[in-house]
């Protein structure tokens, strides 16, 4: 975004990274390993976690993200570590206290 105003208000630049791109062959286990993982490893850490799929339709982002009979997604492999870890971590100390939110938005 330029700097600028819009709407009559101060606008700033925000500069966005690309970190990673997959070819055909990768599994949705090597990218969970590579990204996913440490952000379940922080949210288990107490911080707010949120994942986000995002690209041109028929990319394969609700795949990646979702679950058929023969592939398991990034959210089943998150939910499965979230509760591995808390079963770790949890003792008479500790409460854990997990809200998960989905949302698809189709043709929007």
Known sequence: CPPGKQNG??????????DRCYNATTN???VYNEIPYSLVQSFLEGYNATMLAYG???????FTMQEDPDHIGLIPRSIVH???G???EEDEDTIFDVRVSYIEIYNE
């Open 82 to 84: 979230i509760f591995e």
């Open 86 to 88: 808390k079963e770790a």
């Open 28 to 30: 949705t286990a090597q």
């Open 9 to 18: 208000s101060a606008r700033k630049s925000i500069t966005f990274v690309f």
């Open 56 to 62: 041109q339709t028929g990319s394969g982002k609700s």
